[in-house]
């Protein structure tokens, strides 16, 4: 019975329990149930605020633009009212010039009219005074002239006499200081033709028995000297001295340190000669860019990109017009410096310009165009910026001025620029007949390296064995001299000599 009751109640209890946590569980269910509604309540709220934020925002963000706008345009407005009223003024300025020369060409012709009449009646007494001054003489006009003539000839002749007699004593006591000033503006009118670099160089030596061993056996050696450097090697009578000849300084340079270094080394054989020449240009290359970064250093310009600073280098074995062109655009960015101090303006800006100016002259590849133009090119394509472009490319008005640095290097150019005269111009043209005649050879394919040699006189073309024959050389020189016959303008004859040479090269490892 106890065990009935107990079951009763544990099934009473487990029934009220489960009643509880149901009216719990409901509870809880409408408590969460209440917070989510309150929560995304307050979400829609927030939503709603920023989109109020926004539309505010963008709303003022409108309202300045249509400001801007209205700005912008009172004030487009205001300038054209402004020249409206300069152009009325001056209209009227040259309007109120008419008049006053219609007036002076009024009073002008009643001078005239009066002067003419003044001079009938002058015209008239002069008649009246000679027949007066012939009746009292008893000569008539045409005889008193002639007296009259006689004398004043005989007067002059003694005058000029004594004057030329001062003239020649005055001569004698000035004539050693007028041969001095005469001497003077002779130099002055020859000095900078005879500074122009000229296209040799002189290598000197110890002794002739070099000479000799430069040449080689059978000639072998200078042979392969001119393959290596493109520069004319000529040994002739002069005592220890040989020359070296190319239009290109830079050429030269490479073939006189490389002669230098054979000769004090004494090894001189074909395949010495191409390592010599090999490290020669590498030597030559590193001192075009050191010089190039000295010149920017001593300037105070910073930031320049290496390549224009090696094409910087490249200027001192250059020339513009008789002056060394590294010196003359150290000379032109001084003095652009100074002009845009005095002005006010960047001075650092007209100095890198003044410096940048003649970059053009000096690039591996010379493309048919002005060197203003190149070197405005590629001051653009090494991130200069846009004003320095523009007074490269404007110094010899290629393209409009945009900037005030602009006239600054173009009056210091034509400042510093040395104006030789018409012979420089030939060598100048000179210089541009010979880089054709190479760059003719180049075009073709299979050609290696182009060398003209003898002041143009003759052509040599080097060309690579793998891809030209023996028969295809024999034609590949017959159709250079014909287009050189038939598009080029050259005095005397071209020999053009193409070069087929076989190597064989292994490595014993």
Do not use: W
């Amino acid at each position: 019975m106890n065990i009935v009751f107990g079951l009763i109640g544990l099934l009473a209890g487990g029934l009220v329990a489960f009643l509880v946590q149901n009216v719990f569980l409901k509870n809880r269910k409408e408590q969460i149930l209440k917070e989510a509604e309150k929560e995304g309540e307050n979400l829609k709220q927030q939503k709603i605020l920023q989109a109020k934020e926004k539309f505010l925002k963008l709303k003022e963000d409108h309202e300045q633009t249509m400001k801007d706008r209205e700005r912008k345009l009172q004030s487009a407005e205001d300038r054209t009212k402004s020249k409206e009223k300069t152009l009325s003024q001056k209209i009227e300025e040259v309007n109120r010039k008419d008049k006053q020369l219609s007036g002076a060409q009024s009073t002008m012709d009643a001078k005239i009219s009066a002067l003419d009449s003044k001079q009938q009646e002058i015209e008239k007494l002069h008649q009246k005074t000679v027949a007066e001054l012939s009746k009292i003489s008893g000569m008539s006009a045409e005889d008193a002239k002639s007296h009259l003539m006689e004398a004043l000839k005989d007067e002059a002749r003694t005058g000029a006499m004594a004057h030329i007699n001062e003239i020649t004593e005055e001569a004698k006591l000035n004539a050693n200081r007028e041969a001095k000033k005469i001497v003077i503006q002779t130099i002055q009118r020859v000095a900078t033709e005879q500074a122009i670099e000229n296209s040799v160089s002189v290598f000197n030596i110890e002794s002739d028995e070099v000479k000799g061993r430069i040449i080689g056996r059978e000639g072998r050696n200078i042979r392969a000297l001119e393959a290596a450097t493109g520069v004319e090697i000529i040994v002739d009578d002069t005592p220890e001295a040989i020359i070296l000849s190319c239009f290109d300084p830079v050429r030269r340079e490479i073939a006189r340190l490389a002669l230098h270094q054979l000769v004090s080394d004494g090894r001189i054989h074909p395949a010495r000669i191409e390592e010599v020449v090999s490290k020669t240009k590498k030597q030559l290359d590193e001192e075009i860019a050191e010089t190039g970064r000295r010149t920017c250093i001593d300037l105070g310009i910073h930031g320049l990109h290496p390549e224009l600073m090696r094409m910087i280098g490249r200027m001192k074995y250059r020339s513009s017009y008789g002056q060394n062109l590294l010196q003359h655009s150290r000379e032109v960015a001084n003095l652009c410096a100074i002009m845009a101090a005095e002005l006010g303006l960047n001075v650092k800006l007209a100095k890198r310009a003044g410096l940048l100016h003649d970059i053009g002259k000096v690039p591996d590849e010379e493309p048919e165009l002005p060197h203003a133009i190149l070197g405005m090119k590629l001051a653009e394509k090494f991130g200069e910026k846009p004003d320095v472009c523009n007074a490269i490319g404007a110094h010899h008005d290629e393209v409009e001025m945009t900037t005030l640095i602009s006239p600054i290097v173009q009056v210091c150019d034509a400042i510093s620029g040395a104006r030789p005269g018409a012979r420089r111009e030939i060598v100048e043209s000179y210089i541009k007949r010979i880089k054709e005649l190479e760059g003719l050879a180049l075009a073709y394919d299979g050609v290696s390296n182009a060398y003209a040699i003898q002041a143009g006189r003759e052509l040599r073309v080097l060309v690579e064995s793998e891809k030209v024959t023996d028969a295809q050389a024999d034609e590949l020189s017959f159709t250079i001299s014909q287009r050189i016959q038939t598009e080029m303008t050259y005095p005397g004859q071209v020999k053009v000599t193409v070069i087929r040479e076989k190597r064989a090269v292994n490595y014993a490892k």
